[in-house]
Structures are given as C-alpha cells and as structure tokens.
C-alpha cells in the first residue's frame, strides 16, 4: 500500500488550496478514505472521509462548509479541496486507508496559511 500526497503549500489567508493522495498497492475503489491533520505534539485529527464510491462524506466541525473531500476512483486518486484558508489551517496534512486491519498513512503535505 502506497499513499502519495501532493499540493501543500504556502498560501494567504482567504485562498484555496487542492490536495491529492494518489494510492496503489490495493483496490482504491473499496475502501473508504480519510485526510487527517497534525500540529507539532499533537495527535492526528480526522478532516474529512469519503465512502468506497463517494456517497457519503463527514467533516470535522472545523472544516465544514469549507473543504470538500472527493475521489476519482478511476485514478486511484481523493482530494481535499480547501477554501477560505485560516492560519489555524497550517499543518501537516495525511492520507490514510486502512486496509486488512492496518492504518496506512502518506508522508504528508504540508499546508501553510499567512495571515
């Protein structure tokens, strides 16, 4: 199993920013998928989720009516597409599956936002 994040950066308080975690190594179409969130000496928080086929979606209260999780399960591919940036926004930014009973996770994008 394999999970590539990409499309962290720096950005202005206000903006959009679009993550992608690109997945191999098990059926992506299956699984429900997850992007989790960390602070230096934190634990991971859930951000959003998406169901197998893209039916259902959760959010944390944080994040809701701002980013939007989908996937396109013919690429292997979900995303986070994130607005109305807050500098409380700025962490780092992990794909997860778990997949036979084991959490798998990204290296992580980071997200940056400057007020």
């Known amino acids: 199993v394999q999970l590539v994040e990409s499309g962290g950066g720096l950005v202005q308080a206000g903006g959009s920013l679009r993550l992608s975690c690109a997945a191999s190594g098990f059926t992506f179409s299956r699984y429900i998928m997850s992007w989790y969130r960390q602070a230096p000496g934190k634990e991971r928080e859930l951000v959003a989720a998406?169901?197998?086929?893209?039916?259902?979606?959760n959010y944390a209260d944080s994040v809701k009516g701002r980013f939007t999780i989908s996937r396109d399960n013919a690429k292997n591919t979900v995303y986070l597409q994130m607005n109305v940036l807050k500098p409380e926004d700025t962490l780092v930014y992990y794909c997860?599956?778990?997949?036979?009973?084991?959490?798998?996770w990204g290296k992580g994008t980071l997200v940056t936002v400057s007020s």
């Open positions: 997860k599956v778990r997949f036979n009973d084991v959490n798998y």
């Open positions: 998406i169901t197998s086929a893209g039916g259902l979606t």
